[in-house]
C-alpha cells in the first residue's frame, strides 16, 4: 500500500493511534485536526488491558510504561472502604499479557503525536464534508486561508463524541444522549501509594488512578440532570464525596482549585446501523 493515502478526521487519541498503525503499515496519513494546536488537554486515563496491548502493537508499549503507572492491584471498594472485589494483577498478566496502566492524557496524546512524522499533522483544518464513491474518496476542509479538498482511498472519521463523519454517513442515527451522569476529574500531585480502585456509593462513584512522576488522576461520577454547574466544582465534589473513606478526603484536600473539570458523560445509546 506503499502509495495509498488515509486521511484521518481528528487528532485525539483514537485519531492519532490509527493514524501511526497506517503510517506503520506503510500508508501515506494526513491528520486533519480542527483545533489550531494539537495537544490534548483533560486529565488521566486508566488504559485496560487491551489498550496496553494496542500501545505495544503499535511499538509505543515501553514508552507509555515509563510514563505512567502500572496499575497496582486494586478492586472496587464501597464508600466506607470495604473491598468489594479484587483485581489479580498476576491473573491479568497470565490472561492478558500486561497490566492496565495509569497515564496522563497529555503524556498518552504527546508520545502519539511524537512517533508520527509532523509533515502529516495538519491543525487548523475543520473537515466539512466527505464525498465516497467506491473509488476513493474526497475531503473537503476549512483552514485559515480558505476551502481545501484531499482525496483518499480511505477516510477515518475519528472525529469525537459529535463526529460530523459519523453525522453524514449516518444521518438518521439519532446521535449522542446523556448517560444520566455528570463527572468531574483533575490530575493532582499525590506521591503517597495508592492503588487503582473504584468506589460505589449510591448513585455516585469515585476512582482513583496513579499516572506515574508523582501524580494521580482522580474523578467522580454523580447521577444527576444533564447541564449541572457550581460556582466552585472542588467544593461541590468536597460536599458529596468528603465523606467517603480514606484516602478520598485527602485526594480532595490536595487538589488546587481550580484544576477540576467537569463534563456531562454522553454515549451512543443506540448502536450503528452498520
Ligand atoms: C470523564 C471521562 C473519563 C474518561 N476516562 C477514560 C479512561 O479512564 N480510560 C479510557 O480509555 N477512556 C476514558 N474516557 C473515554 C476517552 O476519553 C475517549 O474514548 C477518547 O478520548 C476518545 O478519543 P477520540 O480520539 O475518539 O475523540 P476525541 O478525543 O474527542 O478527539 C476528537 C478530535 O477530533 C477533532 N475534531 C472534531 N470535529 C472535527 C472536524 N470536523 N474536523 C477536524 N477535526 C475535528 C477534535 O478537535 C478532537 O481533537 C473517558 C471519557 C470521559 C468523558
Do not use: C, K
Not at 494539537?38 to 514508552?63: C, F, H, I, K, Q
Not at 503524556?107 to 502529516?120: F, G, I, N, V
Not at 501524580?215 to 466552585?232: E, I, K, R, T
Amino acid at each position: 500500500m506503499s502509495d495509498a493515502h488515509a486521511v484521518v478526521v481528528g487528532g485525539g487519541i483514537g485519531g492519532l493511534s490509527a493514524a501511526l498503525a497506517l503510517h506503520r503499515q506503510g500508508w501515506r496519513v494526513t491528520v486533519l485536526e480542527r483545533a489550531p494546536e494539537l495537544r490534548e488537554v483533560g486529565a488521566g486515563l486508566s488504559l485496560m488491558a487491551n489498550a496496553v496491548r494496542a500501545l505495544d502493537a503499535l511499538g509505543l508499549g515501553p514508552t507509555v510504561r515509563r510514563g505512567g503507572h502500572g496499575e497496582a492491584p486494586g478492586g472496587i471498594r464501597n464508600r466506607h472502604g470495604r473491598w468489594l472485589s479484587r483485581v489479580d494483577a498476576t491473573e491479568m498478566v497470565r490472561q492478558l499479557g500486561t497490566t492496565a496502566l495509569g497515564v496522563h492524557r497529555a503524556t498518552l496524546h504527546r508520545t502519539l503525536r511524537e512517533a508520527l512524522p509532523a509533515s502529516s499533522l495538519h491543525t487548523s483544518a475543520t473537515v466539512e464534508h466527505v464525498e465516497s464513491d467506491p473509488e476513493r474518496a474526497s475531503v473537503r476542509y476549512r483552514t485559515p486561508n480558505g476551502s481545501r479538498t484531499l482525496t483518499a482511498d480511505l477516510v477515518v472519521g475519528a472525529d469525537g463524541l459529535r463526529s460530523r463523519v459519523r453525522a453524514q454517513l449516518w444521518p438518521q442515527h439519532p446521535g449522542p444522549v446523556y448517560a444520566g451522569s455528570t463527572a468531574w476529574r483533575a490530575a493532582i500531585a499525590f506521591a503517597d501509594p495508592v492503588p487503582a480502585a473504584i468506589t460505589w456509593g449510591p448513585g455516585a462513584e469515585f476512582g482513583m488512578v496513579p499516572i506515574g512522576d508523582g501524580q494521580l488522576y482522580w474523578y467522580a461520577a454523580l447521577n444527576a440532570p444533564p447541564g449541572g454547574h457550581a460556582p466552585d466544582e472542588l467544593a461541590a465534589v468536597r460536599e458529596r464525596f468528603g465523606d467517603w473513606h480514606d484516602p478520598i478526603p485527602a485526594l480532595l484536600a490536595a487538589t488546587p482549585p481550580g484544576v477540576v473539570l467537569r463534563n456531562d458523560i454522553h454515549h451512543l445509546a443506540a448502536p450503528l446501523p452498520s
